[in-house]
């Protein structure tokens, strides 16, 4: 188990701050098509990551930080490295322009290879999902007290599925036809895991793109409330073990009894 470098909620008044920050260029009038350099989502970010990188450096200045905005530390670099910060600083490119609120702040420690500690923090909510190895995940709805979470240790049928609401594909279309009777609860961002992890859905199949940035957060959650993150050959998805930092395809559930990846399409290549 982990030895919390950093008081957890230490670690939540961080991701607010960031999501405070965030908030102010969100709710500001702005028009924005694509990420550019001179953006407001751009700026969002870099408030963000500003915001989440000083406080760790000030709080943990030994353990290194890689973030979606300072992605170019080469391998060679990072894999010397067996404790780090990972973060995404504003999950949910779309949802950000979309204006529907699920964005997150995500803040996650990788020990070994594995997110043992996770921070999901949704700004215009204020709720909160954050996990441990040692003490479990919980959720905090504003302004109330940690409940804390457990997956559905059984999938239910209908299958509730967790889906992306700006993302799909036929390799997707394939798994649930398949997979049989089933409903999407759609949802942007990391919030997809983070509903498996509180036990509102049973899977999230993820059969397209994301980076390790995109998931370290919420799996330490998932993987606190008793569920699993796995690549589709059902192998635990690990971090910082190549230099490329995209994650290969997974799956996020709570029944472990399951091999999920029976449904995928007999011609399905990662």
Not at 30 to 42: A, G, H, Y
């Amino acid at each position: 188990m982990s030895t919390l470098p950093i008081a957890i909620e230490t670690l939540i008044d961080i991701a607010h701050q960031a999501g405070d920050a965030i908030l102010r260029i969100y709710n500001t009038d702005f028009s924005v098509e694509q990420k550019s350099d001179s953006s407001p989502l751009t700026a969002a970010d870099m408030a963000s990551h500003n915001i989440i990188a000083a406080a760790l450096k000030r709080h943990t200045p030994e353990i290194p930080v890689l973030s979606e905005e300072s992605a170019k530390i080469p391998y060679e670099t990072r894999s010397q490295w067996d404790r780090y910060w990972l973060i995404d600083p504003l999950d949910g490119t779309k949802e950000f322009i979309k204006r529907n609120g699920e964005f997150t702040v995500n803040i996650a420690l990788i020990e070994n290879h594995r997110a043992t500690i996770g921070v999901v923090f949704v700004p215009v909510t204020g709720l909160t999902f954050y996990g441990t190895s040692s003490d479990g995940a919980f959720k905090i709805e504003a302004g109330q007290a940690p409940q804390p979470i457990r997956v559905n240790p059984k999938h239910r049928r209908p299958v509730q599925i967790a889906g992306s609401r700006s993302h799909a594909g036929d390799s997707l279309a394939q798994f649930l036809k398949n997979l049989g009777e089933h409903e999407i609860v759609s949802m942007g961002s990391s919030l997809k895991c983070c509903l498996v992890a509180d036990g509102t859905c049973d899977l999230y199949p993820r059969l397209g793109p994301t980076s390790e940035w995109d998931t370290a957060a919420a799996q330490a959650v998932v993987e606190a409330a008793g569920g699993k993150i796995t690549l589709t050959d059902m192998t635990p998805l690990r971090y910082n073990t190549k230099e490329s930092l995209l994650n290969p395809h997974f799956f996020v559930f709570g029944d472990s009894d399951i091999d999920w990846s029976q449904y995928l399409a007999e011609d399905y290549t990662a």
